[in-house]
């Protein structure tokens, strides 16, 4: 079992629905990370949120849209994604946002499937 | 820029070494290492950070050398529940935050 939490483990969804993904950790970590990972790649940065706020949005169209209500939270909005948004997306933590010695701790993604 | 992993995929019998190598083209801060299964989350192997260090694990061990940019993760004894993709991230000056760029990452089989 990880220490990052996400929800749901898989998704379905057509073009037209909207539906959020979850994270949650209760380790006090201060950065918190959306990945998506396509099968056979590595991870590709989405988002990065420091200290509850957006500090890195990797280029990522309108129809993903992120948000951190609190430190242990952090959700992705999905509104209108295509077909090859289809994907595991990995939502992960560490310790601070900055620091050269901080481990990323990875929750087991949410699987989404777009029809 | 993403930095490049080699070799690609590799099996091994159990008991056998091997080595998984990573390579940027830009200045790093540090190296990190993770292992994904199949269907499982990425998981935190070890960081280098800048000055060479060596640092190890049990029988997973890993070097970084600043001047030639690159990394290597060392893997003794193999064991069959070293099986799964390797990962190295590198962090590079001028990232905002804790910008880790994945390489594309090392099929590692480990055989009976």
């Known amino acids: 079992d990880t220490e990052v939490t996400q929800t749901p483990k898989h998704l379905v969804m057509g073009m037209t629905n909207k539906k959020s993904l979850k994270c949650e950790q209760h380790m006090g970590h201060r950065a918190m990370y959306w990945y998506k990972q396509k099968a056979k790649k590595p991870p590709e940065l989405m988002f990065v949120?420091?200290?509850?706020?957006?500090?890195i949005n990797e280029s990522v169209p309108s129809r993903f849209s992120p948000e951190c209500p609190n430190s242990s939270l952090l959700n992705l909005h999905l509104h209108a994604l295509q077909p090859e948004d289809s994907a595991l997306y990995l939502c992960?933590?560490?310790?601070?946002?900055?620091?050269?010695?901080?481990?990323?701790?990875f929750g087991d993604g949410t699987r989404l499937s777009i029809l | 820029q993403q930095p490049v992993q080699s070799p690609q995929a590799v099996i091994l019998r159990e008991g056998e070494d091997a080595v998984i190598n990573c390579s940027s083209s830009k200045a790093l801060y540090s190296v990190h290492w993770y292992r994904q299964k199949h269907g499982e989350a990425p998981v935190f192997l070890m960081i280098l950070l800048k000055g060479g260090e060596q640092k190890g694990h049990e029988k997973i061990s890993a070097s970084f050398n600043e001047k030639k940019q690159q990394s290597s993760l060392y893997l003794t004894a193999s064991q069959l529940s070293y099986s799964g993709t390797y990962f190295c991230?590198?962090?590079?000056?001028?990232?905002?935050?804790?910008?880790?760029?994945f390489g594309g990452g090392t099929r590692l089989m480990v055989k009976p």
């Open positions: 992960a933590s560490s310790q601070i946002p900055t620091g050269r010695n901080q481990p990323q701790h």
């Open positions: 991230g590198t962090e590079a000056p001028n990232n905002a935050g804790n910008m880790l760029t």
């Open positions: 949120y420091s200290y509850e706020k957006l500090s």
